[in-house]
């Protein structure tokens, strides 16, 4: 949330076979977004690391009136900083898990 | 519960809830 003013979290990991994950999504410092958004909400959604993009989640929340179109960028830069992050995790892991 | 409220948008599902207290007390 250092940038963005957004944070995402991991919600639930499914086992590291499993490509999909359920994050957590909410702001933190809402000044730095230009649009408006809702305060003290997160919003829980799946993300399959094999076919979903970050890009396409944003839009999808700027649809779904969660934010503004002016912080669809900002959105989509928070969800692919998490999952880049859960990537690196899991190629830590041992194989098999 | 009555504060959880469910979207969906191009076949995904969004959960809308409130932001555990805990969670804004960090940022």
């Not at chain 1, 408006?36 to 999808?60: C, G, M, Q, R």
């Not at chain 2, 519960?1 to 007390?25: C, D, K, M, N, W």
């Amino acid at each position: 949330a250092e940038d963005t003013g957004l944070r995402v979290e991991l919600a639930e990991e499914g086992d590291c076979s499993n490509s999909s994950l359920a994050l957590r999504l909410w702001v933190e410092d809402p000044k730095k977004l230009k649009g408006k958004h809702k305060d003290n909400e997160a919003i829980e959604f799946s993300f399959n690391l094999e076919t979903d993009t970050p890009e396409e989640v944003a839009y999808e929340m700027v649809k779904s009136g969660f934010f503004h179109e002016s912080d669809s960028k900002a959105v989509a830069k928070s969800i692919r900083d998490r999952v880049n992050l859960i990537k690196k995790a899991r190629d830590k892991k041992p194989a098999g898990c | 519960s009555s504060l959880t409220q469910v979207v969906h948008s191009a076949g995904r599902r969004f959960i809308v809830s409130p932001v555990p207290e805990s969670r804004l007390r960090e940022s």
